[in-house]
C-alpha cells in the first residue's frame, strides 16, 4: 500500500484546512487507517482513526469535536477536516494504514505498517 498526504498548509487560528490521503496498491476494505502528527520536538502522537470497513472512528481528546475523520471508498482517500484550528495543532501530519486492524491498538503507531510522507500544518494565533 503506497499512502501519498496532502492538503497542508499555513492557516490562521480558527480557520479549517482539509487533509487527503491518496491510498493506491491494494483494496483498504479490511484496513484500519489513521492520522498521526508530530510537532518539533515532540513524539508522534495519536489524532484519529476510522476502521476502512465499518467507518468506526476514534479520536484523541484534544481534537474530538473540531476534527472528523472520514474515507472516500470509491477514491481510496482518506480525509481529515480540522475546524477550529489552534496554534497547538501545528505540527506535520501523517496518515497511515494497518492491515490487521484492531480497535484495542488503534492509538498505537507501531501498529501501522504503512505510512504517508507527512503534509505541514501550521496555525498561527
Known amino acids: 500500500v503506497q499512502l501519498q498526504a496532502s492538503g497542508g498548509g499555513l492557516v490562521q487560528a480558527g480557520d479549517s484546512l482539509r487533509l487527503s490521503c491518496a491510498a493506491s496498491?491494494?483494496?483498504?476494505?479490511?484496513?484500519?487507517m489513521a492520522w498521526f502528527r508530530q510537532a518539533p520536538g515532540k513524539e508522534r502522537e495519536f489524532v484519529a482513526a476510522i476502521y476502512w470497513n465499518s467507518g468506526r472512528t476514534n479520536y484523541a481528546d484534544s481534537v474530538k469535536g473540531r476534527f472528523t475523520i472520514s474515507r472516500d471508498n470509491a477514491k481510496n482517500t482518506l480525509e481529515l477536516q480540522m475546524n477550529s484550528l489552534k496554534s497547538e495543532d501545528t505540527a506535520v501530519y501523517y496518515c497511515a494504514a494497518d492491515p490487521n486492524f484492531s480497535i484495542a491498538f488503534m492509538r498505537l503507531s507501531s501498529r501501522y505498517q504503512y505510512w504517508g510522507q507527512g503534509t505541514q500544518v501550521t496555525v498561527s494565533s
Open positions: 496498491g491494494r483494496p483498504l476494505s479490511t484496513y484500519g
